[in-house]
């Protein structure tokens, strides 16, 4: 069984041997949050889209508000669990355990700096480009394992090497976060060889060492005797469940407010997981305000307070399953009968009239093309860089991607790194130019 004492740790990586000689260690967890504020990866989520085109007239949801969110809910769950647990297990008041909340609301911040621009079809466009498409051509020149992290491009195992990884120029560790904020991240503790026909895993081959320290230093339990596969850090059900209540509910929002959802079909979806005598109390006060997207506002909010009590619960009906490494999906798919019955009609309408919608659909399209005809040129680039179109392209890359190195998987991994790390409006651009659609000025 996983251990408290030894699941959370204040020691950060690359940063080891100065680990003794702090003595403020309770406050690490709350400079991992501010680390990833003032930082230019976080920065740049807000000009990355969630779901929803980027706004014209009507502000939706980007990354960065939606990992703001998140990280707040996640503190509310990692607050309210550990004061139930601290209440059974009084011991444990001299531990790291009551920085839980702090841990998982800085993970939250962190979930997903590492996707591309464009949503979950930038991944997608990555990863078919290697399995569908011009990069198939690849196959042959890399390693299996190598191979599988391509073909399975995934947004969580990029955060982790964003946060990790030595760029060039930079100091060793990446961001140099606590150990437990950096496993409280990876929500698929596996590689890419055991994700199966799903592109889930948590780290690259790049990084299996780095989180097999981590994953060994904080005592996460080994399965089936494979080093490379580990049960869930259990601050990772947490930032899951913040990240599960977070996304449902904004979308929601965020579609009645581009009028995709009616007002009538929104507060009926909100409502839908109360009981009856909860329900005429919340109907009362919506008689209170006038304004729709404040009354519509006030039940999003009673909705995420009422499943942040149920997840918390979740984690704590759960809590030995977890530590024992034997709990199955998500906290969410562990709640009451009457809202985990209002969230899967709210997840069955929202895939049918939210991310279905023409809109989405566009912003899908649009970006598959730009990171598709980007990865394509790129690519080239790294493998024949003697070629003047090439030197042009490779010199456009930022100095901190080693776009040079000598092995071809590292080359590769350097155009994902930069081609990740853009925002929608620099692809876009970029994009453009290199078809010579948009010219500097002169």
Known sequence: MMNWNTLISAKRFGLEEFHQERHENRSEFQRDYDRLVFSAPFRRLQNKT???????????????????????????????????????????????????????????????????????????????????????????????????????????????????????????????????????????????????????????????????????????????????????????????????????????????????????????????????????HMLKTLDIVSDVNEQIAYLRSCVIGLLIQECTQAFLNNEEKILEGEFQGSLIKHISELPASAYNHCADISLKKIYRSRDVLDIELAGFRIISTLLDLMIDAVRSPEKAYSQLLINRVSGQYNIKAPILYERIQAVLDYISGMTDVFALDLYRKINGNSLPAV
């Open 50 to 280: 969630q779901v929803f085109p980027l706004p014209g007239s009507i502000f939706v949801h980007n990354r960065l508000t939606h990992s703001l969110e998140v990280s707040c809910v996640g503190r509310s769950l990692g607050t309210d669990v550990a004061k139930a647990i601290l209440t059974r297990q009084p011991e444990l008041q001299n531990s790291y355990l009551p920085e839980i909340g702090s841990i998982v609301s800085a993970a939250c911040l962190a979930h997903d700096l590492g996707n591309p621009p464009f949503g979950h079809s930038g991944e997608r466009a990555i990863s078919t480009f290697f399995s569908e498409g011009k990069g198939m051509a690849l196959k042959e020149q890399l390693p299996a394992a190598q191979w599988e992290d391509l073909t399975h491009f995934e947004g969580n195992a990029n955060a982790f090497r964003l946060l990790t990884h030595q760029f060039e120029g930079r100091r060793k560790g990446g961001f140099v976060l606590t150990y437990s904020t950096l496993a409280s991240i990876v929500k698929y503790p596996f590689s890419s060889s055991l994700a199966g026909k799903k592109s889930k895993f948590g780290f690259f081959t790049t990084e299996e060492e780095s989180f097999r320290r981590i994953a060994e230093e904080l005592g996460m339990k080994r399965l089936n005797d494979d080093p490379l596969k580990y049960a869930r850090h259990p601050l990772v059900y947490l930032v899951e469940a913040a990240d599960d209540i977070c996304y449902q509910m904004m979308d929601i929002e965020d579609a009645h407010k581009l009028k995709i959802l009616t007002t009538g079909e929104t507060q009926d979806l909100l409502l839908s997981y109360f009981p009856e005598e909860r329900k005429a």
